[in-house]
């Protein structure tokens, strides 16, 4: 089949580019156009109409790309036109009416390269993360995988384990054959130089995914203290109902934010108390798991509140920030034992002391992104690979015996094949949907 797809944004603008890829990319060019063929990969300006030629849908630019040099490794073509609805739309339609021809789903252009061997699995997932970046840190962590850097890496540790399985593979089929001491003991300290490397790598605190998925807040504390009031606050607009009355928030209320180009995902929750009906105690569970789950959690509250000795002994925790509101109002004095705790005095109503909030919730993800120059792990998908990876390879250097050498392979065996799972050199086509499915239609 033949798939094509608009790959530009959806909405008016001022151009429009459908991708077209397949063995019947050249023929759609033929019969929506006229005139020469366009050279491959040259630009050229032409009437593109619609399918029975009887009308022009609209003046633009189409270019050729023949397989395998093109980004899919088919044979692939773009036509740019103005892009209004109606032109697009005309455009979509008239293609759709060619034999063999579907719209593509999503992430399928990528996925054809993917297998047609242009780009590796690592390279696939970050142009889907490049296309999502909302900051700078994003983008720029994204582009390092694309370049190749962390694909190196991997592909080193694989290239080694391999290296080492065939010395324990030559033991194997030649029993009366004695390997070199030397290769012996090259063998054991490769290995447990990767087993080191693996360990430091995944002892990253998530860092990559943390970048990519962005840094967790969450606002907790008990009911009608300002959470919701923070939250307005912090997104600058409206985003929470607030109210007087306590209990106002049932469910988790989420904004996606730029901190000094840092992604941030804030969370208000409900308040936690006793929950008075099964909504409440639903919405409680939440807070409370949205807070387990938080890089980040801003435990508020109230200085006159006789909870919040309770409160703190069950939320303190070092990946929170202590927060008392209200303290414009005379009957929240601060005292002596809450002070010694360092809480941040706010008021939100007059708007004291919130940039300094800010400030060190500023600093905490500054440190918490601390060393991201040379991150190798993303997602979640790589760092369990790499943990059966390094579980494997514990469980080789447990083998010393002659007689565990066929053990010792398998286990060598696996180890390798966790490591090829991530760059996608076995066994992908069960992840490939999951990870093509957060991608866009026509990319």
Request: aromatic share 4%; glycine share 6%.
């Amino acid at each position: 089949m033949t798939i094509y797809a608009l790959s530009s944004g959806i909405g008016t603008s001022g151009i429009a580019v459908v991708r077209i890829s397949g063995p019947d990319a050249k023929l759609v060019i033929e019969k929506l156009t006229s005139g020469p063929f366009p050279l491959p990969r040259m630009a050229t300006l032409k009437k593109v109409n619609n399918i029975n030629k009887t009308s022009m849908i609209d003046e633009g630019i189409v270019i050729w790309y023949p397989g395998p040099n093109s980004y899919t490794g088919e044979d692939m073509s773009e036509i740019q036109v103005h892009g209004s609805r109606a032109v697009v739309n005309s455009l979509l339609k008239s293609i759709s009416q060619i034999k063999n021809c579907r719209l593509a789903e999503p992430g399928e252009f990528t996925k054809i390269a993917l297998r047609n061997g242009k780009i590796d699995l690592l390279k696939a997932e970050s142009i889907g993360d490049l296309i999502s970046a909302e900051t700078d840190i994003q983008m720029q962590q994204a582009l390092k995988i694309i370049a190749g850097n962390n694909l190196k890496k991997f592909e080193q540790w694989r290239s080694d384990l391999l290296q080492i399985l065939s010395n324990v593979e030559a033991k194997i089929d030649f029993p009366e054959e004695d390997l070199p001491a030397d290769i012996i003991k090259k063998i054991r300290i490769k290995s447990q130089n990767i087993i080191h490397e693996i360990e430091k790598n995944l002892n990253d605190k998530k860092v990559g995914e943390i970048i990519r998925e962005g840094f967790r807040i969450a606002i907790i504390g008990p009911p009608n203290v300002g959470k919701s009031s923070l939250l307005n606050y912090l997104s600058n607009r409206d985003v929470a109902i607030v109210s007087s009355a306590a209990g106002t928030t049932r469910d988790v209320i989420e904004t996606h934010l730029n901190i000094e180009g840092f992604p941030v995902i804030i969370s208000d929750t409900a308040g936690i108390r006793d929950a008075r009906n099964e909504i409440e105690r639903k919405g409680i569970k939440l807070s409370l798991k949205k807070a387990d789950e938080s890089d980040l959690n801003i435990i508020m509250i109230e200085a006159k509140s006789k909870e919040n000795q309770r409160f703190l002994d069950s939320y303190a925790s070092d990946k929170a920030l202590l927060v008392v509101n209200k303290v414009d109002s005379k009957s929240n004095r601060i005292s002596s034992k809450l002070k010694k705790l360092n809480p941040i005095l706010l008021s939100i109503k007059k708007q004291k002391n919130i940039n300094k909030l800010i400030n060190s919730i500023k600093q905490k993800i500054k440190n918490q992104f601390k060393g991201t120059e040379n991150i190798l792990i993303t997602r979640e998908r790589h760092r369990k690979n790499l943990e059966e990876c390094l579980l494997n390879l514990k469980k080789f250097n447990t083998k010393k015996k002659v007689g565990d050498f066929d053990k010792a392979a398998e286990d060598l065996r696996l180890a390798t094949r966790s490591l090829g799972k991530i760059t996608g050199k076995v066994d992908v086509e069960d992840i490939l949907d999951s990870i093509f499915n957060d991608f866009c239609i026509g990319k």
